[in-house]
């Protein structure tokens, strides 16, 4: 059983830029959520995918946007880049069914 | 509005003795809590949950417990292992939202250190 995996591991923007950062779920898992954790902070939710559509937002603006594929990966697409931005993306998957969410290692986003 | 409060930023402890993280919560619509744990460079470790229903979970050396009228929960560990050390997530979810994974609303974290 694979876990969740995320790529790139670490990525250096410079503000204003766009960046894609992407997720592979555990096998077996059809639900996708993604989080944003500044320094010191604990993760914040940003938005769920389930079968391809958005599940659910959390307080992040527009340029903050997602993608599910039939195979349940999952991109997050951020437009606009702030130096704000800069924080670990985590990605964690889920079945519907299930209590936990398994997560990936994380990409360490840094805006310059 | 923070929603979800872990109070200690860190926390040291004698290997074999016991560690006790605490959580405090204040949204009632809250019904399902979880713990995680982080090591540096990795993605948090889910470790144990609880269910408002209950008032205690216990797995191997983790325990968990709910005090739903003071909105609080709190982790022992007994006992601590060097390995341990980590910094220690309490997340928390509204089942009514959508499902028991969703949107989970998680504290700063405590770092727990345990010393050998």
């Known amino acids: 059983e694979t876990g969740v995996t995320q790529s790139p591991t670490h990525l250096i923007k410079t503000r204003g830029q766009q960046v894609t950062l992407r997720c592979s779920s555990q096998?077996?898992?059809?639900?996708v959520s993604w989080y944003q954790q500044a320094l010191g902070q604990g993760p914040q939710f940003i938005f769920q995918?389930?079968?391809?559509?958005?599940?659910g937002r959390g307080n992040f603006p527009p340029r903050f946007s997602g993608l599910q594929f039939p195979n349940y990966s999952s991109e997050l697409n951020v437009n606009a880049l702030e130096l704000d931005d800069s924080a670990l993306y985590l990605c964690?998957?889920?079945?519907?069914?299930?209590?936990?969410?398994?997560f990936g290692q994380g990409t360490r986003l840094t805006v310059v | 509005d923070q929603q979800v409060k872990q109070n200690s930023p860190s926390l040291s402890v004698q290997e074999g003795r016991i560690s006790i993280l605490n959580c405090d919560y204040t949204?009632?619509?809250?019904?399902?809590f979880l713990w995680y744990k982080k090591y540096p460079a990795e993605g948090p470790t889910f470790l144990i949950s609880?269910?408002?229903?209950?008032d205690k979970n216990e797995d191997g050396r983790f325990t968990v417990f709910l005090n739903k009228s003071a909105k609080h929960l709190s982790l022992h560990i007994v006992p601590s292992q060097p390995g341990d050390t980590a910094v220690y997530f309490c997340?928390?979810?509204?089942?009514?939202?959508?499902?028991?994974?969703?949107?989970?609303?998680f504290g700063k974290g405590t770092l727990l250190t345990v010393n050998p």
């Open positions: 964690a998957s889920s079945s519907q069914t299930s209590t936990e969410a398994f």
């Open positions: 997340a928390a979810s509204a089942t009514l939202s959508g499902g028991s994974n969703y949107k989970l609303t």
């Open positions: 949204n009632s619509m809250f019904d399902y």
């Open positions: 609880i269910s408002s229903i209950k």
């Open positions: 995918y389930y079968r391809e559509e958005e599940n």
């Open positions: 096998s077996g898992h059809n639900t």
